[in-house]
């Protein structure tokens, strides 16, 4: 289903066509042209020349940029460990907020630590001082002093902040080089120093990644992460099924892969519980005029993606979901074009199109919208 443009200008809504994968071409049955062209005779004859895929969102306002793939940690299943360590040209910054009108808020998130970015609290304020709110997701272990200064006085929004485990031996398993109790003293400095000097932002959120051992220590890590200055809860996920994540893992943790859809399972069913101590993301979002969320469902005759990801790799190449790691088309780079222009790409409507209805490329196999 989508929205189609016939003669270079009659746009037609929410348009049941046909895909031909030998020809890689969308069309009409016989039956639903007749019926489109009753309808509306000012498309009698014409052929199908556009197709928006944009169906959630027909101006976005909301980016998901990756700052860096630096980090200070060794976690053993993040792909971002494995990818060239470079920060994002902060010059280029102002010229991708230029680039999308109508921007409001960018989530800098990604392979990396957000806040190992020499130039991060100048991209921040570059947004604010354009007046949009800014998101990230941190390991919790750079908040020094001076940092946590710094994230109120910039008035970054929301931190997100990824706790695996409460066990500290499990913690450091996972997310290796770091130690669970300057992770939880940090936020607890963190959520301390907000509001003793009277700062509205940043917003502390909970996150994290679940396996086979810790599959059910959701309601634990909510209230030890309660305690100590927490008041969203985003998310927890299990490990990773994309084959692109897959192919970095240790071999000593293949293991794991069976048991997501279980954990999957025991993550959803302790949300209630999440929800009933902290805050949830979604709340926040819609309190916070955040457009996180899609707006409308795919097309629900076959598994789909629906995510509204509008994804910069840090060399301003767009991709629509950040699972992807390398660049799709050299005309979808946020730097060198405007965000409309990327848009209505051919190409990447098509992509956009295909997501949708749940036509999947190689890059997403695995993924959790293709099981």
């Not at 519980?273 to 979002?285: D, T």
């Not at 390398?326 to 790409?345: C, K, M, V, Y």
């Amino acid at each position: 289903m989508a929205h189609l443009r016939f003669g270079g200008e009659h746009w037609t809504e929410m348009q049941t066509v046909h895909y031909d994968p030998a020809t890689k071409h969308f069309f009409f049955s016989v039956e639903s042209r007749a019926k489109l062209e009753q309808a509306l005779p000012v498309v009698t004859g014409l052929s199908v020349d556009a197709v928006n895929a944009r169906l959630w969102s027909a101006t976005p306002t909301l980016i998901n940029i990756e700052p860096t793939t630096r980090c200070n940690l060794k976690c053993w299943y993040c792909v971002g460990r494995h990818m060239a360590q470079q920060d994002m040209d902060s010059s280029q910054f102002g010229r991708m907020l230029d680039h999308f009108p109508g921007l409001k808020t960018i989530a800098l998130v990604g392979e990396g630590e957000p806040l190992m970015h020499k130039d991060f609290f100048f991209m921040a304020r570059q947004a604010r001082n354009r007046g949009i709110k800014v998101m990230i997701i941190s390991n919790g272990t750079a908040f020094s002093a001076s940092v946590i200064k710094k994230l109120c006085e910039s008035e970054v929004a929301y931190v997100a902040i990824s706790i695996d485990s409460v066990d500290p031996v499990q913690f450091a398993s996972s997310r290796i080089e770091a130690k669970l109790e300057r992770v939880l003293g940090g936020i607890q400095k963190l959520r301390t120093y907000r509001d003793e000097h009277g700062y509205k932002y940043p917003k502390i959120a909970l996150k994290g990644t679940l396996f086979e051992a810790t599959k059910a220590h959701i309601p634990q890590i909510v209230d030890v992460a309660k305690a100590h200055g927490v008041e969203i809860f985003e998310s927890f996920q299990p490990l990773n099924p994309m084959h692109n994540y897959v192919r970095i893992y240790p071999k000593d943790k293949l293991d794991e892969l069976p048991c997501i859809d279980r954990v999957m399972a025991r993550s959803y069913a302790d949300v209630p519980y999440a929800h009933s101590q902290l805050k949830p993301f979604r709340q926040f979002c819609e309190e916070n005029d955040i457009d996180f969320f899609p707006k409308v469902n795919a097309n629900p005759l076959r598994k789909n993606c629906n995510e509204t990801w509008i994804y910069s790799l840090l060399s301003g190449d767009i991709t629509p979901c950040c699972q992807i790691k390398t660049p799709l088309s050299s005309a979808w780079n946020i730097f060198q074009h405007p965000l409309q222009d990327i848009l209505h790409d051919p190409d990447y409507e098509n992509t956009r199109f295909n997501l949708w209805n749940g036509f999947f490329p190689d890059y997403c196999i695995g993924c959790w919208k293709t099981r």
